[in-house]
């Protein structure tokens, strides 16, 4: 079982910076591809990045984020963060963290990863 838990969501102007974070549970961490998505008001829920596992040699970002955004692992930590840089209003969300066994890649398309923290809000005011 791992549990995910983020933290670092906050109000921002446009323009500004936020670090996301997940703390994971488990000392198989480093075992698992890690990604994030967030969810708008009135819309689904969308991926916004994923890391492989162990090193994080392969990431995945989404159009939308690519070149603004930069995830990370930190496996002697057990956690996986989100730098987002040159935030816009449209990147307001409730931002996830989510952990799977299944490759980085497949991530974005899976109906259904493993494990799923409860979210952190991220407010971009214009």
């Known amino acids: 079982q791992v549990q995910l838990v983020e933290s670092g969501g906050g109000l921002v102007q446009a323009g500004g910076s936020l670090r996301l974070s997940c703390a994971a549970s488990?000392?198989?961490?480093?075992?698992?591809?890690m990604g994030w998505f967030r969810q708008a008001p009135g819309k689904e829920r969308e991926f916004v990045a994923s890391i492989s596992t162990w090193s994080g040699v392969f990431i995945y970002y989404a159009d939308s984020v690519e070149g603004r955004f930069t995830i990370s692992r930190d496996n002697t930590k057990n956690t996986v963060y989100l730098q987002m840089n040159s935030l816009k209003p449209e990147d307001t969300a409730v931002y996830y963290c989510?952990?799977?066994?299944?490759?980085?890649?497949?991530?974005?398309?899976?109906?259904?990863?493993?494990?799923w923290g409860k979210g952190t809000l991220v407010t971009v005011s214009s």
């Open positions: 989510a952990a799977d066994s299944g490759r980085a890649q497949a991530m974005r398309n899976k109906n259904t990863l493993d494990y």
């Open positions: 488990g000392r198989t961490f480093s075992m698992y591809t």
